[in-house]
């Protein structure tokens, strides 16, 4: 899966899932909106961010998942 605003390369945060051109870590992101932080608190947390960075840290979690092999018992 290609998302334009997600980075992943070894050399940055262990090669952990982050926004594109900073050292935000994705999971980071979707924690803090998990617990209820709003996109303006966000905003203030990391003003380099943009709504888009936001958005594309959800919709790139949400292909991860999608993509994740059931296993049922």
């Known amino acids: 899966m ?6 992943i390369n070894p050399e940055i945060m262990g090669g952990k899932p982050v926004i594109k051109g900073t050292r935000i870590p994705v999971d980071m992101i979707l924690r803090k909106l ?11 947390d990391h003003p380099h961010l943009v ?10 979690a949400a ?7 059931l296993i049922y018992s």
Do not use: V
């Open 51 to 60: 709504r888009e960075d936001i958005h594309a840290a959800q919709a790139f």
């Open 2 to 7: 290609k998302h334009a605003r997600i980075e």
């Open 63 to 69: 292909d991860y998942i999608r993509d994740e092999e």
């Open 34 to 44: 998990g617990e209820g932080m709003t996109f303006e608190e966000i905003f203030e």
